[in-house]
């Protein structure tokens, strides 16, 4: 029941709604003004969905266009949608795509005029390209009576030095800005609130944008790098009498963010600093607690600080993350849900206006007037409530604003098109989203009483269209297919970080115990063991395992054969009920198990983390493709005779896997044996066997038989030559580098004595990985892709790159941001939160690593790195190294090298690249970054690679969604993860009964084996 008082502030805000919407009439902008013109654009952009993200799509990428010609040919590849059962196009796009070269004069005409059009729309919602040029228009602003905050363009900063830029920029900003502002006619509305002056330089500041490294999982070295950078900044501000606002970003920053502000503002130097604010975001559930824990927080510091409101601007973004990562969306996923928490927020802050003094960012005329209403309804003096708004959007209503006597600032970027391409685009979005206030009054037209209807009034509003993934499947797959990935781990959460240190400690307190072979479910010692070091500090054995050899190797064998006989008699379901309940068992136990991961490999905690949930997802999808596999059986019954086909198992299984995924590639490959009914040896690398060890004995856990699933560490050139030479074995599954994959194959073609036939061999091998970048790549998101790809994990992933291809005219430029990128990391222990690149394997491979380096310096040019540490103290560790102008046919660009070293290659075309890519006999993953239409076509085409990862890195693929594997000399055999991987484990049998007997033929359909058992 709506109270007296609601329906009297229901009241006061439909008045000043409506008192807004009047004067905003009154001042739109003329036909003769540029304003006017912008505004017809965006409307008539936004009539068509298609050619909006056509048009978004060929802003975004302009700036980075080098030449007129490069425009135009994007012009065309973009626009050019003739012939695809759209609607015609306008006729000015018509008629401007009338050109057939893209160096004709209309070519140049149109590039000219689309840099013109994009330059003049960039400009309006930017303030100008220097501190210069921003003066000059904030006190533009000033004379229309509006007051100012000003931002740094530039976000995702790849490398130090701009994050250092970044904060010189905000550091130039406060001291000119101050050292101006004092000469500026006074304004009393502007330069004053009901609790006394307010500062006339107002700086919004991003923290990510003043550091190069902002990870979520390690927030204490977070923390302290930002308030390095951010300390000045505010010493700058509180000396100078100017205003500090710390904006807020993408979900994954807001804690820290919040985090980071008060506890800068609880240091002695800030303690009584009153001149300072921070954003909350209410288009989350989160945005009223924080707002609440902001209150309790400032009256118990005793100093007010501002706070403004806004609903959010990355809504699309975080959204599809979250369905991208498996996650409930941290956002509300109906807008008046937005619109009802922003009133609520906006009531809990003028009630506290003493000590959070309030700003309400919107352009939402019904927000807007709410909260007017409010601060007359809960009696503050005028003005107590400061509104804000983005410079060029909704200029009408600013004029209202101003009318009324408000206190409106205008938020203003500074800086070029290049660095604001992400603000423009959020812009673009913003401008044109069907959901936005502002489209929905000045561009369609709703009725000034809906658009002033109270949000929790949401009934006759449809709800959003949410984005979610689109499956299309052959229909058995439509029918059947209940897979899902394994949620992403985040570890900005704090109890995924505390989890982890649990599992790091439980398994230090495990170091240095033995781990022997396990035959039919029972430990055998061979006598002899080895030790397990942790790579990123050598001295400390993780553990001993047994030192296994053809003897244990025979006896393993036999034990897999004999269950392999009644573990195939079971069905399929069965089978995958095994499988189902291990995905369970290592959902429950991801952390311990990749704490191990992080000891005896080096993979960082990410990493690690990434490894067992990869071995979930082969468990649940192995289970389900058991499922889908059993239930094809065919049969084709005559009278008198049955027919059926069906997959039987190979026999004995051995599974030789790698250390680069030792728990994933070892469960997918071992699962997929036991799925199809098989018994099965799993050698793992001797570098991982602990690992290997603890997926084995967790599968055998969750229910296998005993024998159906053995383990027989050792070395290689022991247990895996034997394996792939004993006549007992039907089948090697292998993964590893192609050194040792030629060698099993060889053996396992041999026909031993006692052999029953030639064994199936299933390799995935080595690789020399190749992004392409062209010409008008989006040069830090190539840049930050190569070093994900190229030296994570220190490059001994099988997917990882250690080619870059770049065009000549993007060469200099790319390679100036690599190296920078890249001079910033520095090898540390995996075990560390804020370690990105961890250490080489063992001593062999950072010898191996530091041998190739030697050579390749004698033929390529060295640009970066290959410090190693010395031999003997600490861990394995060698830090990036890039070779530049590295000819195609070079040792380096030809051999596979297990460690972060890259080389660069020049092309001079886009075909040529292909070339290069394709020259190497290794085709396993590639990749290729390019925001021409026709070139990614290209490159989906001509690129011989297993795998194609456009404009992203290429490390990462997930079950189901990127199946996985090579072709040429990386890889025998179809994609793991895919929907044709677990035949291969499988013989398709064809078995014919006759079921007529003396003339006699059964009117059932049963065959006569059936009808015995049953
Ligand atoms: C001066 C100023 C400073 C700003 N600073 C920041 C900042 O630091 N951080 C930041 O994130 N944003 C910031 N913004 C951007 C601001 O978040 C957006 O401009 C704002 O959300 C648009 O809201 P509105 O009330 O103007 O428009 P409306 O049209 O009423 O609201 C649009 C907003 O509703 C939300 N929304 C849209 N669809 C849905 C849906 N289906 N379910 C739920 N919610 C939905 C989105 O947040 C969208 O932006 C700032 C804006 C201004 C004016």
Redesign the pocket.
């Known amino acids: 029941m709506p109270t007296n008082n609601s329906m009297a502030l229901e009241t006061a805000t439909r008045r000043i709604g409506e008192e807004i919407f009047a004067r905003a009439e009154d001042a739109m902008p003329s036909v003769f003004s540029m304003e006017y013109w912008q505004q017809y654009f965006m409307d008539w952009m936004t009539q068509d969905e298609d050619l909006k993200l056509r048009l978004f799509r060929f802003v975004e990428v302009l700036p980075g266009l080098r030449s007129n010609k490069a425009i135009a040919r994007h012009f065309k590849q973009y626009l050019d949608r003739n012939g695809d059962g759209h609607p015609p196009l306008p006729l000015p796009i018509q008629m401007a795509l009338a050109y057939r070269r893209p160096d004709s004069l209309i070519g140049t005409l149109v590039a000219e005029a689309a840099k013109f059009g994009c330059g003049v729309m960039a400009k309006q919602f930017i303030a100008g390209a220097t501190p210069d040029e921003a003066i000059s228009a904030m006190l533009v602003h000033r004379r229309k009576g509006m007051t100012f ?1 000003l931002d740094v363009l530039g976000e995702t900063v790849i490398a130090d030095r701009v994050a250092r830029e970044h904060q010189e920029q905000y550091l130039r900003l406060v001291r000119e800005m101050s050292r101006v502002a004092p000469t500026w006619p006074a304004n009393p509305i502007l330069d004053a609130a009901p609790w006394g002056p307010l500062p006339r330089v107002n700086i ?1 500041l991003k923290l990510s944008a003043i550091v190069s490294k902002w990870d979520a999982s390690d927030p204490a070295g977070t923390t302290t790098a930002v308030l390095e950078r951010l300390r000045p900044v505010l010493r700058a501000a509180k000396e100078s009498g100017a205003f500090i606002n710390v ?3 993408h979900y994954a920053v807001k804690d820290m963010t919040l985090e980071i502000f008060k506890q800068v503002l609880m240091e002695p130097e800030f303690r009584d600093w009153s001149d300072c604010g921070i ?1 909350i ?1 209410v ?1 989350m559930p989160d945005g009223e607690r924080d707002m609440a824990d902001l209150i309790r927080w400032t009256r118990k510091r005793g100093v007010p600080i501002t706070v ?1 409101l ?6 699309d973004s975080e959204t599809a993350n979250a369905v991208r990562s498996g996650w409930e969306s941290p ?5 008046w ?3 009802a928490a ?1 009133e609520r927020t906006a009531r809990m802050m003028i009630e506290n206006a003493d000590i959070v003094r309030p700003a309400f ?4 005329v019904r ?1 807007i007037a709410h909260v007017l209403a409010l601060e007359e309804a809960l009696g503050k003096p005028p003005r107590t409530t400061e509104l ?3 410079t060029g959007m909704g200029d009408p209503l600013k004029r209202a604003i101003v009318e009324m006597k408000q206190r409106l ?1 205008v ?1 203003a970027p500074v800086g070029d098109q290049m660095s604001g391409m992400a603000y423009f685009i959020r812009r673009l979005i ?1 401008n044109t ?1 069907n ?4 489209r929905q009054s000045f561009s369609q037209d709703t009725p000034t009483e809906a658009l002033l209807n109270n949000p929790l009034d949401h009934d006759h509003i449809p709800d ?1 269209p949410l984005p979610e993934p689109y499956i299309q499947d052959p229909d058995e797959y439509a029918e059947m297919n209940t897979f899902v990935n394994e949620s992403d781990i985040d570890f900005g959460k704090a109890h995924n970080r505390d989890a982890m240190e649990k599992a790091f400690k439980a398994a230090r307190a495990q170091f240095g115990h033995q781990h022997p072979a396990i035959i039919r479910g029972e430990p055998v010692e061979s006598g002899k063991w080895f030790d397990s070091l942790n790579p990123s500090e050598p001295t400390q054995v993780v553990g001993h395992t047994a030192m296994c050899d053809a003897r244990i190797v025979d006896r393993a064998v036999e034990a897999a054969a004999e269950a392999c006989r009644t573990w195939s008699a079971r069905s399929l379901e069965e089978r995958a009920d095994v499988l189902e309940h291990a995905t369970d068992m290592l959902h429950d136990e991801l952390f311990t198990q990749a704490a191990w991961l992080v000891y005896e490999v080096g993979k960082t905690r990410q990493e690690a983390v990434a490894d067992i949930m990869e071995a979930i997802d082969y468990l649940r999808f192995y289970a389900f493709e058991a499922r889908r596999l059993g239930s094809r059986v065919r049969r084709r019954d005559y009278p008198g005779e049955t027919n059926e086909y069906f997959y039987g198992p190979r026999g004995v299984v051995a599974v030789i896997s790698p250390f680069c995924f030792p728990m994933a590639l070892l469960t997918g490959m071992a699962a997929a044996a036991v799925a199809m009914g098989n018994g099965v040896i799993v050698k793992p690398a001797s570098t991982a066997s602990i690992c290997g060890g603890r997926i084995v004995d967790l599968l055998n856990r969750a229910g296998l038989p005993a024998g159906v699933l053995n383990f027989v560490p050792g070395r290689g050139s022991d247990v895996g030559e034997a394996l792939a030479k004993h006549p007992g074995v039907d089948m090697v599954a292998f993964t590893g580098s192609s050194r040792v994959g030629r060698k099993i194959i060889d053996f396992a073609r041999q026909l031993p004595h006692g052999a029953k036939g030639y064994k199936h061999v299933l390799a995935e091998m080595g690789a020399k990985n190749a992004i392409i970048i062209d010409d008008d790549a989006d040069v830090d998101q190539a840049v930050q892709a190569t070093i994900a790809s190229a030296f994570h994990y220190s490059g001994q992933k099988c997917t990882a790159c250690s080619r870059v291809i770049v065009l000549d005219d993007i060469y200099d430029d790319y390679i100036a941001k690599l190296v920078e990128a890249a001079s910033g990391i520095k090898p540390a222990a995996s075990e560390l939160p804020g370690t990105t690149v961890g250490p080489l394997i063992d001593a062999d491979a950072l010898k191996r690593a530091k041998e190739a380096v030697d050579t390749a310096k004698r033929e390529s040019k060295c640009l970066l790195g290959g410090d190693v540490s010395e031999p003997g103290k600490g861990g394995y560790f060698m830090s990036p190294v890039i070779f530049g102008d590295v000819k195609p046919t070079a040792k380096l660009a030809q051999e596979e090298i297990l460690a972060p070293v890259l080389a660069v290659i020049r092309a001079r075309s886009f075909d040529e690249a292909i070339d290069i890519a394709n020259g190497t006999p290794y085709a396993l993953a590639g990749g290729v970054f390019s925001r021409s239409p026709v070139n990614i076509d290209k490159a989906k085409r001509l690129l011989e690679v297993g795998c194609l990862y456009v404009n992203r890195k290429i490390t990462v693929s997930r079950v189901d969604r990127q199946p996985f594997g090579g072709v040429r000399m990386s890889g025998l055999g179809t994609k793991t993860g895919g929907p044709d991987y677990l035949q291969q484990y499988a013989i398709p049998r064809t078995i014919s009964e006759n079921t007529m007997r003396h003339g006699f033929s059964p009117a059932n359909k049963t065959r006569e084996s059936e009808k015995a058992h049953a």
């Open positions: 905050t919004s904006d807020m970003e954003v975001q288009y403004r806004v609903k959010g601007a990355y809504w956002l509300y996923t109906k807008k849900e937005s619109d922003f960012a919107s352009h939402n927000s804000q708004m983005l600032r938020y913003e989203a959901e936005s206030f502002l959003t």
